[in-house]
């Protein structure tokens, strides 16, 4: 065997074992995800939620119901009573809601969002109500729930904290208890220290993960139209690069109390614009392209592409091509910036 | 044959201090050499420099006549002053580790019978003592049968029963003919182990030689140590240092002092006599304890 690999098994697997037998990380590790799993699957146990959400402006006293417009009849769509028009029109605009009905106006009058595919789908439904081949329509866009579209965000956002958190603490405090000095002085080299860690670590949160998904597939009957090995590829890859942004991270630092806060700096924006919990779709055209350089983003587009479109390879190459640039991107830069020691 | 290490001219600058001022010295083969020197006087920066770890500002280390080169680190082996080791990973773990970095390796049955681990090789590393802890320190850092064995204040923080046991092993690595340096501001240390030694003060080399030779060379007296009472009836006439409430006359003739002692009837129930050591001779050099 050669040095290089040698050297990388050894870091690799000596790492493995000190997160193994971490009995409180790996606990928290695993547990976190779990009650992750729990949360989801109660909060969407029963019926399930509706897909579509609309907003109804009606006459006083008029019931929301198939008196008032056969469309309101429409099964899986909450109708919802909103005083005045104009206050429901940018809910519409930021896509809180699919849809806007008024009929205080004469004519009565329907707002949608251009952008919005939900949106586009209850039009065709209002266009058709009644009508036997929309009603078919109907069925199909009800099978799609929150929780099929929000897990991926979930599961992909405790990927990124594992990723980031899990590595950029580590090696800060290697390098604060002189344990990165104590390498240095071997003939470990920096690259193969911080592929080590890498590996270590995506194996370990893949793992998690793949357990994780298997647990809410089984609970939450989650819709899986594609393929399970362009999911699985799709998880390294973006952990892999998460993890990279990680060394990047803690390629100098030695106070965890900072690296914490550098940590927090990038995660919270990623939980936002990446799209865990609410589409990006309506969001500001330069946030959109900011989110294109996010990783997180790509896993959650490709993961959601994936399980509820049924994307194939080719579908998911632009996200796996951009997550191999960015992880190439991160790994050099970490190791360019990496030391061994507290300056 | 050119010595193993040659410090030539080391000088280190860091933005507020210059940590060592223009160091040279020659390590030989098969010797342990000893930079002495208080806190703070740049032994560490000094032999991190020698270890290749640290770029001297200007000067240069040379290792058997040539620069230091890119398989340098696989021949030589370092203890650190303060090193932690990964966490929930045994001493055989550890060492495996480290073992497995090294393309030359020594057996782990040679290196546990050599620093004696075998009480605790299958402990968890957290759950050392101070001692134990040194030792696999050290066999880590003979994981690759290194030229040079770098020990860097390998017994600070060690009680005494510790440290001697530490100092054993040292003897035992050195019997096996390995080049060895050190440093520490123990006198009785570097003066047990070294068989060349530097003393190191603000930077600079004050003294260089066999700990015997310096000592010879700047002493010939020895010292008797009484309670100040008991020196004070000699009257005027001796020179004495006061030191708490004993009192010491260095002095080389102790017949002479001891006659004078006992006519002006001064008891010497409480006398203790020692030879000069290397901390009485930084003294002598500094004006200053070696560990104020």
Known sequence: MSGFWRRLRAATWARSLEFIRDKSAVGWNVIFPVLLVVGLAYVFSGPGQPMFKVAVVAPEGAALDASLHPFLATPQVQFYREARAADAVHKVQLQRIDMLLDFTATPARYWVNEQSPKGKLLEQLLRGAGGAALQRQATQGAEVRYVDWVTPGVLGMNMMFGCLFGIGYVIVRYRKNGYLKRLNATPLRAFEFLLAQLLSRLVLIVLVNVAVFGACRALLHLRMEGSYWNLLLLTVAANFCMIAMGLVVSARLSSEELAGGILNVISTPMMVMCGVFFSIDGAPHALQIAAQLLPLTHLINGARAVMLDGAGFTQILPNLAALAAMSVVYLTLGAALFKWRQS | ?292
Request: one cysteine or more; hydrophobic letters at 40%; aromatic letters at 6%.
């Open chain 2, 1 to 292: 044959m050119p010595p193993v290490l040659q410090a030539i001219e080391l000088v280190k600058q860091y933005p507020k201090v210059r940590a060592v001022d223009g160091v040279s010295f020659e390590v030989r083969e098969g010797t342990c050499f000893g930079l002495l020197g208080p806190n703070g006087a740049g032994k560490s920066t000094t032999i991190e420099m020698l270890e290749g770890l640290l770029k001297p500002s200007s000067g240069q280390v040379l290792f058997r006549g040539a620069p230091l080169g890119g398989h340098y680190r696989e021949r030589v082996g370092i203890q650190f002053q303060n090193t932690a080791l990964q966490e929930h990973l045994t001493t055989r773990e550890n060492l495996r580790f480290f073992s497995a970095l090294y393309p030359k390796r020594r057996t782990l049955d040679e290196l546990v019978r050599l620093c004696r681990l075998e009480e605790f090789l299958d402990r968890d590393t957290s759950k050392l003592s101070g001692g134990q802890r040194q030792r696999l320190l050290l066999a880590i850092a003979l994981v690759n049968e290194p030229e040079v064995l770098f020990l860097d204040e390998p017994t600070t923080g060690l009680d005494p029963q510790a440290r001697r046991n530490f100092w054993d092993l040292v003897q035992g690595v050195k019997a096996q003919g390995k080049t060895i340096v050190l440093t520490t501001h123990y006198m009785e240390e570097a003066y047990l182990l070294c068989d060349e030694i530097v003393i190191v003060d603000h930077g600079r080399i004050i003294a260089g030689g066999s700990p015997a030779s310096l000592l010879a060379q700047h002493f010939d007296d020895s010292v008797l140590e009484l309670p100040t009472a008991e020196v004070r009836k000699l009257g005027a006439g001796v020179e004495f240092k006061e030191k708490g409430e004993l009192a010491e006359i260095h002095t080389a003739d102790l017949n002479g002092v001891i006659a004078r002692l006992l006519g002006a009837g001064a008891s010497l129930a409480q006398l203790r006599i020692r030879p000069r050591t290397l901390e009485d001779l930084f003294l002598e050099l500094t004006g200053r304890e070696l560990r104020a």
